[in-house]
């Protein structure tokens, strides 16, 4: 990775990921894209540190002038609708999620570039293995963000063995950050859990205990989109869709985790039916074995070490003693 071009750069991924680009690749060398500006009041670490330019990923000539104009040899690809954002506008989420991917891998043909494309624990569906769940099995997906991603994690393969596009990607698992909100996913519980107990105190959770999922903070999904784009292609046997994960939690987990912070912190539950069913469609604990022996992915942070991290740095930036 030289020169690279991230999509959706504002989001909860890239506005860490791009920050860390810059340190390592050189400011210059990262372009930030998003179909909005960045504003004065964004949360983003990286405003006005390197290029920005806007770009819906929906116009495929646009991505190709941006990829030759700033000479991008990599194209990370993160601007999707998620999980039950998608459910409530489907046919906006096929066109943008798979508009996007298609023309992120055609504009990385014509430009010979390299891919990096996320997919999620949200491409296995009720009849995957629900635990240790291995990196090749049954998938049938029953959400339309699920089946965008299995789409997704197929046309990597295609343009891989095809064209020889080096497309790369992991299944994330829900991501636990205290930078940028996430927005419109079935585990962004696991992050406002930690807003709320810092500012009030209480968390009303959408999702019941006993639902277990997978999760990661951050940093450990930032140092693995790196060390997979860097990694010997030579080594790798799947390239794209890796199994991730850093810790199989649920909301109980988590609560009790935050009340050796803060032993006053409350949790009641009011369960959102939608959100709770696409839960129940996801695996409780996936392998990530291969991703470890192809190309050496480890996570750092267990549920502690992120609630330590998430709770510093809250009360930091809302100025809680
Ligand atoms: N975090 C995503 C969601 O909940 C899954 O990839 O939609």
């Known amino acids: 990775m030289k020169r690279i071009l991230v999509t959706g750069a504002l ?18 060398n990262v372009i930030e894209t998003d179909i909005h500006a960045p504003t004065q009041t964004s949360d983003s670490p990286t405003g006005g540190s390197g290029p920005f330019e806007l770009l819906d990923v929906t116009d495929g000539q646009r991505m190709a002038e941006l990829v030759d104009k700033h ?14 954002t998608a459910e409530k506008n489907p046919l906006l989420a096929w066109n943008l999620n798979m508009g996007g991917l298609m023309n992120a891998l055609e504009v990385a043909r014509q430009f010979g570039c390299q891919v990096f494309y996320p997919s999620s624990i949200a491409a296995f569906g009720p009849l ?9 099995t049954i998938q049938r997906p029953t959400t339309m963000y699920g089946i965008n ?7 990597c393969d295609y343009y891989f063995r095809k064209y020889g596009v080096d497309a790369r990607g992991v299944r994330f698992p829900g991501l636990i950050s205290h930078k940028t909100p996430p927005g419109g996913g079935t585990t962004d519980y696991a992050v406002e ?3 709320e107990a810092v500012r009030t105190g209480r968390y009303v959770c959408p999702i019941a205990k006993g639902t277990y999922m997978d999760m990661m903070y951050m940093e450990d999904a930032i140092t693995a989109v790196i060390d997979l784009m860097e990694a010997d292609g030579s080594r790798l046997k799947h390239r ?4 991730i994960s850093a810790m199989s939690v649920d909301p109980e987990m988590i609560r009790s ?3 050796t912070w803060i032993p006053t912190f409350e949790m009641a539950y009011e369960v959102d039916s939608e959100k709770q069913s696409i839960a129940d469609s996801w695996p409780d604990a996936i392998d990530s074995s291969a991703a470890h022996e192809e190309w050496g992915f480890r996570a750092r942070y267990n549920l502690d070490a992120t609630t330590r991290e998430m709770i510093v740095h809250l009360r930091k930036k809302f100025a809680v003693i």
């Open 11 to 28: 989001g909860q991924i890239g506005s860490e990921l791009v920050a860390r680009l810059r340190q390592d690749y050189g400011a210059d």
């Open 71 to 84: 000479q991008v040899d990599t194209i990370i690809h993160l601007a999707a609708l998620l999980s039950v």
């Open 128 to 136: 995957t293995p629900r635990f240790q769940t291995p990196q090749d």
């Open 149 to 155: 991603k299995v789409a997704g994690e197929l046309l």
């Open 193 to 195: 859990i930690y807003y």
């Open 240 to 243: 794209n869709a890796f199994n």
């Open 257 to 259: 985790a935050i009340q």
